[in-house]
């Protein structure tokens, strides 16, 4: 397998856990709003196994390289990709939005708003704003295609007709790449929207 099979792998492995826990707070029958954080308001985690051509099985992320105090320290050099490797040929997967916690989750009022103000459900994607928007659309793809199957599998719904993509600045951007490939999987010409 090679090395970005392997971190293609544990970058799904990592949106697996997320998605378990979003499927099980789902509310059925409610509207849903998925947010993309904005450039760097991502949260970046990274795997304790290195990439082993000889062992293929992914590896979870362990531990937060940015955003906490460790950024203060040497995280910032461990963001650094060279050659397409992410550092030391480790997995580096988004973790949802980043969180200063306990002092400062930046979107908690916009998930305190859906959740407790409408009722609805809330849902983030972090992406890996260090790659390319390609690939963060082509995951956010992948995110929410797993959103619905787990979704229509739990409660036997579809939660994708009532779902909203709310986007922060670069999140944006991956919306409207994801938008993009969409429709060319459709045949649709961009015009035709």
Not at 21 to 34: I, M, N, W
Request: proline share 6%.
């Amino acid at each position: 397998m090679t090395y970005q099979a392997w971190r293609k792998q544990s970058i799904l492995e990592a949106l697996d856990l997320q998605l378990r826990e979003t499927v099980q707070r789902y509310k059925p029958g409610e509207r849903t709003v998925c947010m993309l954080p904005g450039g760097m308001g991502s949260q970046l985690e990274i795997s304790k196994r290195k990439y082993n051509a000889g062992n293929p099985i992914p590896s979870l992320p362990e531990s937060t390289i940015w955003m906490d105090v460790g950024i203060t320290a040497d995280d910032a050099f461990r963001l650094e990709i060279k050659d397409g490797y992410d550092f030391k040929k480790r997995a580096v997967s988004p973790f949802g939005p980043v969180r200063f916690l306990p002092l400062l989750d930046p979107y908690i009022f916009l998930k305190n708003f859906i959740n407790d103000e409408k009722g609805w459900n809330y849902v983030s994607f972090g992406f890996d704003w260090r790659r390319s928007l390609t690939e963060s659309a082509h995951m956010l793809h992948y995110f929410l295609e797993e959103f619905r199957d787990r979704v229509k599998g739990k409660w036997e719904e579809d939660p994708l007709p009532t779902t909203n993509l709310v986007c922060h600045s670069m999140g944006g951007l991956v919306a409207l790449r994801f938008v993009h490939l969409l429709v060319g999987k459709l045949g649709v010409s961009p015009a035709a929207l």
